[in-house]
């Protein structure tokens, strides 16, 4: 089964950029074979939705709450896949988790429920 470790977490100012890599932990397995969705959640809140990125051709979509600020990307000689956050926002602050299906095809909503392998998570925290 497919293993993700998501990282780039961190502390940043608002306005601030960070970038956060999504690779599988075992080798292998190449990301490029699944669609990947990036999902946040903040304290006391469900987990959300943020940036998916399709397999069969990197179609992308955005939730509006990022749209203009946020890029997906694959770097496939890399295996790895990346969530660009620029412009970042204090609303921005929780565990972002990357997450895998070989199935899906990014488009509208995409829900948790519909990827079957997660990262760990990683912190963001947009403060002054």
């Known amino acids: 089964q497919l293993q993700l470790v998501d990282s780039g977490g961190g502390l940043v100012q608002p306005g601030g950029s960070l970038r956060l890599s999504c690779t599988a932990s075992?080798?292998?397995?190449?990301?490029?074979?699944?669609?990947i969705g990036w999902f946040r959640q903040a304290p006391g809140k469900e987990r959300e939705g943020v940036s998916c990125i399709s397999s069969s051709d990197d179609n992308t979509v955005y939730a509006d709450s990022v749209k203009g600020r946020f890029t997906v990307s694959r770097d496939n000689a890399k295996n790895t896949v990346y969530l660009q956050m620029n412009s970042l926002k204090p609303e921005d602050t929780g565990v972002y988790y990357c997450a895998a299906d070989p199935d899906l095809y990014c488009s509208g909503n995409f829900l948790a429920a519909d990827f079957a392998s997660w990262g760990q998570g990683t912190q963001v925290t947009v403060s002054s």
């Open positions: 075992a080798s292998g397995l190449t990301l490029d074979w699944y669609a």
